[in-house]
């Protein structure tokens, strides 16, 4: 959205290569699996096994003995500070982990045609001493204090926070994540006076380059960060944490920053009950009864990003192969992952960011209703009607010339018209909105409102057989130019148009 208003917008995936997660999963592997080195990269070298799915499960595994054996949370900590550290076999267990795992999260991620600029890892964010930079200024502003009696003592805290964001060093030494985060939007901004180095990590299909942190010195010639505002997209449940990483900035005398520091916030995807059956996950009778069932890492509830992907692209695959029998197989699944992606990328958008999302797999999927596939269907009739024009021997006429100003006066007199070249100009409208309020749902709404209306156009209008030639030409016009309307909007919520559905 920010794109298409012209902003220049540098997306960031924050890895988070030094926190509790990933220090769970290494614990998992060194000690309750008492897996070495060379295991775990057999492991990443066999082809039958999924590593992301493999962590998934031994993250719930190692969460759930946690929970029979308190004391074995030492392993956390053990492994915390061997991860902070960058040294020994346990650093390097988890840096190995870390890189499976982005890589695998990476590939998900294509799927549903996200695409980012930069990985900024947060171990580079120690190892840089970016940390020690952020923390030498919090304690030269006086932003944080050591405090020496109650429970708090040995930690750095910062005055005037509840007790949830107060610590922002513990008593051993070791960073929590909020600490780490303000040194991080200190360097979007390009407020620390530290940059990271860069090495290329991918590269997508039209060329372009994605790079990732790196602490070995590199002189790639990139250059990120520096913004003028910044969207920090993190679950509504990081709230108060995100307001201790601007009252951070306000600590230290960056007012203006804080100001242009936004907690993009979404609340939680959950699960409808009739998705759980549809995907074969079991569920209580009480589960059953809840109109949404949440997921969760530590418990192992849940269903991975692929499998859904899969489950949808099967579902529209069934769809598109009963309609089109004929047509070669490879691409009859480009049309139905197209809609499948549109159907999930539509779904998650139509509602407000503070909405609970209960995911339906036979809702998204719908052709009738707000769905992706709704939109789609829209964009691809208009695509026909020009189409057949086409196979009839006809050609797209000169709008210009066939409808002057007299002509479009003569033709616009009539009411409907209006409405209907009413709804298709609002794109931008709606857009500006969404910018404004910080929210994609108003041009998710604005897709099926077009998607609607020009479905109306269509059943009222028998376009290709119209005999009067100056209103043929309007109402291909209009044709042309709701299509346009619908791919672009479309566009700007990543859903692609099918050739057909």
């Known amino acids: 959205m920010l ?112 695409e980012y600029d930069v990985l900024p890892r947060e171990s580079e964010i120690l190892h840089l001493q970016f940390w020690a930079a952020a923390f030498a200024l919090l304690k030269e502003r006086k932003a944080i204090y050591f405090e020496t009696e109650g429970k708090h003592a040995g930690c750095w805290v910062m005055p005037g926070l509840s007790e949830e964001g107060k610590v922002i060093v513990r008593s051993d030494g070791t960073v929590v994540y909020t600490g780490k985060d303000i040194a991080y939007q200190l360097w979007k901004f390009g407020l620390l006076g530290k940059d990271f180095y860069y090495r290329p990590w991918h590269a997508y299909s039209d060329g372009r380059v994605l790079w990732v942190t790196t602490a070995e010195p590199a002189d790639s010639g990139q250059r990120f960060g520096h913004g003028t505002r910044v969207y920090n997209v993190i679950d509504t449940r990081q709230s108060y944490l995100q307001d201790v990483v601007e009252a951070g900035l306000r600590a230290l005398g960056f007012n203006a920053q804080a100001d242009q520091s936004i907690h993009f916030n979404y609340e939680m995807v959950a699960l409808s009950p009739r998705c759980c059956a549809d995907l074969g996950i079991p569920l209580s009778e009480e589960d059953r009864k809840k109109p949404y069932v949440e997921v969760s890492g530590r418990k192992g509830l849940g269903v991975k990003a692929d499998d859904l992907m899969d489950s ?78 086409l196979e009839r021997g006809e050609t797209l006429p000169d709008f210009a010339a066939e409808l002057p100003p007299e002509a479009m006066a003569r033709q616009l007199q009539a009411e409907e018209v209006w409405q209907m070249l009413l709804a298709a100009s609002k794109a931008d409208s709606a857009l500006d909105k969404a910018v404004t309020a910080g ?34 030409v309007l109402l291909l016009w209009m044709t042309d130019f709701f299509r346009r309307q619908l791919e672009r909007t479309a566009g700007i919520l990543g859903i692609q148009i099918p050739a057909y559905m």
């Open 3 to 114: 794109r298409a208003r012209g902003y220049q917008v540098e997306v960031q995936n924050y890895i988070d290569n030094t926190g509790v997660q990933v220090a769970d999963v290494v614990a998992g592997f060194h000690y309750l699996e008492n897996k070495t080195l060379a295991d775990v990269r057999a492991l990443l070298a066999d082809p039958a096994v999924r590593f992301d799915y493999y962590c998934w499960d031994l993250y719930a595994r190692t969460s759930s003995y946690y929970n029979d054996h308190p004391e074995s949370l030492e392993w956390r900590r053990k492994t915390l500070h061997a991860m902070e550290s960058g040294e020994g076999d346990v650093a390097e267990l988890a840096h190995l982990v870390s890189d499976a795992v982005v890589k695998a999260h990476l590939a998900t991620m294509l799927r549903l045609d996200v």
């Open 312 to 389: 949808l692209i099967a579902k529209a695959l069934e769809e598109v192969s009963s309609r089109h029998a004929g047509v070669p197989a490879d691409e009859q699944r480009c049309v139905a992952t197209q809609i499948a992606i549109g159907a999930l990328r539509y779904f998650l958008l139509k509602f407000t960011r503070n909405s609970v999302i209960a995911f339906d797999l036979q809702e998204a999927l719908s052709f009738e209703g707000e769905t992706g596939p709704y939109v789609q269907y829209a964009a691809v009739r208009a695509q026909k009607i020009l189409a057949k024009l």
């Open 439 to 472: 929210e994609p749902a108003h041009v998710a709404r604005y897709a099926f409102q077009l998607a609607q209306a020009f479905s109306n156009f269509y059943q009222q209008n028998p376009i290709l057989v119209e005999e009067n030639r100056e209103k043929k």
